[in-house]
């Protein structure tokens, strides 16, 4: 293995040991995230008209 490879790899290895701890809030919002459905409903009308999962009839129903 040539010595480019060999930092490469260390620099791999060391990248997961770097990482930072995440708080258990966060965690849990990662892993249970908001319905789509609750989060739709809490953006702003600019947010909604930008938003190419809203379809018009969505847009009017607000």
């Given at each position: 293995?040539?010595?480019?490879?060999?930092k490469?790899?260390a620099?791999?290895?060391n990248?997961?040991e770097k990482?930072?701890?995440?708080?258990p809030?966060?965690?849990?919002r990662i892993?249970h995230?908001a319905?789509i459905?609750?989060?739709?409903l809490?953006?702003?009308?600019?947010?909604?008209?930008?938003n190419p999962?809203?379809?018009?009839?969505?847009?009017?129903?607000?």
């Amino acid at each position: 293995m040539s010595e480019d490879k060999a930092k490469n790899q260390a620099e791999k290895n060391n990248y997961q040991e770097k990482a930072p701890e995440l708080s258990p809030e966060l965690l849990d919002r990662i892993k249970h995230p908001a319905p789509i459905d609750n989060t739709i409903l809490n953006q702003s009308p600019e947010e909604l008209k930008g938003n190419p999962a809203v379809s018009p009839e969505m847009l009017d129903d607000r």
